[in-house]
């Protein structure tokens, strides 16, 4: 499975950030994989910004939900991140992630993509 971010590298302050993830090698519907979001902002750790299952379950996080829509497209194989409202703040590497347990342990990242929030 290989994963590939893209998406605009500078977004203006209050817009919505949006992201995509082209998945090859392997389909968004396989069982017992969880494709999601995670972010790095400058000089901070990895943070986990929310996940939707093969089943099309979705996963958000408490301090991300209100901001954050993830979903997908099988037809393309890809899944999307909306972030809305954006501040600097949220000025990140922006990583696609791919994680399965079942019935062998599988994780995979994409290379990333800057996002700079900036007027």
């Known amino acids: 499975v290989q994963l590939q971010e893209s998406g605009p590298g500078l977004v203006k302050p209050s817009q919505t950030l949006s992201l995509t993830c082209t998945v090859s090698g392997g389909s968004i519907t396989t069982n017992y994989y969880y494709w999601s979001w995670i972010r790095q902002a400058p000089g901070k750790g990895l943070e986990w910004m929310g996940a939707i299952a093969y089943s099309g379950s979705l996963y958000d996080s408490p301090s991300l939900k209100s901001r954050t829509s993830i979903s997908r497209d099988t037809a393309k194989n890809q899944f999307t991140l909306q972030l809305s409202s954006v501040t600097p703040e949220d000025t990140a590497v922006y990583y696609c992630?791919?994680?399965?347990?079942?019935?062998?342990?599988?994780?995979?990242w994409g290379q990333g993509t800057q996002v700079t929030v900036s007027s």
């Open positions: 992630n791919a994680k399965a347990d079942y019935p062998k342990y599988l994780e995979v």
